[in-house]
């Protein structure tokens, strides 16, 4: 008798392969080994099914509701999972739910549940590790959904024709199956899975496990799980201790010893990180660490570096050798293997570079690392390019939170984490600002700002990769969501804390105009800022302000800086005609800014009248005398 099945989701674990498939509207679980299907699974490999199963398991009661949103003309009621971190979707049809389409739900399913992750040989990914241009979908996989052998071109109404049909060349295959990924750990494994990208998540958390499998699996839930012991418990229980972490890094035998002394310098960042890693998983990494240095570019060629949590492997493009490698973007990658978890966000993204300019800025001040290789044309110190335009929105996100949110995120980049701190400062709201009366209108609010952040990248490529799609009218709307926030927390609206306010967190002004009242007030409170940071000044010579070059935010996950850092272009005079130029870093304090609001408004009624003045001297100079005489151009 011929069985097909409807496939859900491909996974590797200890290079087995894995299938999750529904057979008439239960879930079915089949091992893949030596060319045939098996029905025999050890304990182990129930406990991952398991937990591979559970995570594609949306609560339809608890999740938030997102209200209805515009997809290529149709509408969809959009859910969100926050433990699972998965959408879901209802279209709406005059007035009424429906289960969307498949269509529209490879379409939906790719853009918002699509994780984070890169496959390359040697691991729990897929593809056969011969040939590096391998699509990571393993297109024959699906070809063997015909256990028993029968013709695959007969109808049947649970098969997607492009995964049975031989028919099909490889290409035309790939270009049919339609996946999204997925990531989860276990026993300190990545697992990724390859999920059919047309499955509907709300009804697959209806459906049931086949009677075989569920006692199987009711068995391995009551005993106890032997995959679950770990040989750092020892360790787990004694807490953070950096000679764990150099000790790990120090056994690596994949890495040189350049690229061990370079990590070994991140001391600083794990000290202020260690207690909220996940130690088993990190140094089950940092044991195992690979870089691999190539000079060919990346697909998407505006990535210089990547690091993939299946096969453990820094990826760093367009270089040779760790010698001539951009150790910014080394040390961005080397970051996320502290990371735990899979953040389709970008927000984990713009997390872990702030955590790279930072660390890299302490490290360069420190003389830990050379701070010439830092340097941009002018002398200033940059510490880090990625991300640039988007960089601001996280500052703005920043301030609004709490240390220890911050250092959390960036080790455990899951939404819930900045939700709860939104959540707490909505909580805080008084009667003017409240805006929500529930959990589900708060959570929701949190979602729609992440959201929007996201929406400042693209939509992801053909190989999955994604880049920054920056507007103005995207980063207003971003502010907009934030100013509440502000508001409550603050007192003052976003606006009134960040625009006009020299601790704008633009990298770049270029010259000072005072013709405004922004340029004015700056240059009023940096002339004596200077003045009290420059050395042995000649009072004699008043010192222009110069040209703001770089501005550098406060430190957030360190106590280093509690104020931002401006960089002035300048210079001091040494006689009438004679000036020495250099560069100078202020800090701005809350007194610089108390002082630069009481100057900005003195600098608008101060050219409020010059302007006013202007005028009736243009006036009273086109009345008689030269002013009137007309005079004729060619």
Known sequence: M?????????????????????DDGKIVYFKYENGEMSNDYSREELEVFYDVYNSLKVDKEKASNLGIRKFNGKYFETFYDIKKELYFWYEIIDGQRRLASKDDLELLNYKYNNQCLTFFEDNEGFGNGYDENDDPYDWEAYS???????????????????ATDPSFTKGEMLSKAKTFKRGIIKAGKTI???????????????????????EKVRDILTGNSVSDQFDYEEIE???????????????????SDEEKSFFLKSKPYFDDMGEYIDLKTVIDRLANLKVNYTTEECKSPNIAGEYSSASNV???????????????VLLHEFFHVTQKGFSKRLMMELSNEAATREYIRNLAEDGKLDKSSFMCEYDVPIYGLGYDQCMKVYYLLANLLDEDTIKKYQVIPADNILMDALAEIENNADAEHTRSYNKFEI??????????????????????????????EKFKKICDLLDYYYQVKFGKTIDECFVEDIMSYDKTYGAIST????????????????KRNVENLNEKYKMPVGECRFVIPRTYFSDRYKNPIIYFNTYQRISDTTYNGFFVDIEITPEM??????QFKIAQEEIAKEVAESGLKENSDNIGGMGSIDIERD
């Open 2 to 22: 011929k069985r097909l099945y409807n496939p859900i989701a491909i996974y590797n674990y200890n290079r087995g392969k894995y299938f999750i498939a529904l």
């Open 443 to 472: 959570n929701t609010n949190a979602i729609e700002l992440l959201d929007y952040i996201d929406e400042l990248r693209t939509e992801p490529d053909e190989y999955g990769y994604r880049d920054v799609s920056y507007t103005d």
């Open 192 to 214: 990724a899975i390859i999920v059919v990208a047309g499955v509907e998540l709300i009804t697959l958390s209806d459906r049931v496990l086949h009677g075989s499998i569920s």
């Open 593 to 598: 800014n108390e002082e630069y609001e009481k």
């Open 144 to 162: 063997y959904f015909d256990m028993d052998g029968t013709n695959p071109e007969d109808n049947h109404p649970e098969i997607y024709d492009w």
């Open 314 to 328: 820094i990826t760093m493009y367009k270089t040779d050798s760790f010698e001539n490698s951009d150790k910014s």
């Open 237 to 255: 229980k004694q807490g953070y201790n950096f000679e764990i972490i150099e000790k790990a890094i120090r056994a690596n035998e994949n890495l």
């Open 515 to 530: 013709d405004d009242p922004k340029g004015r007030a700056i240059c009023s409170v940096m002339g004596d800022a200077l």
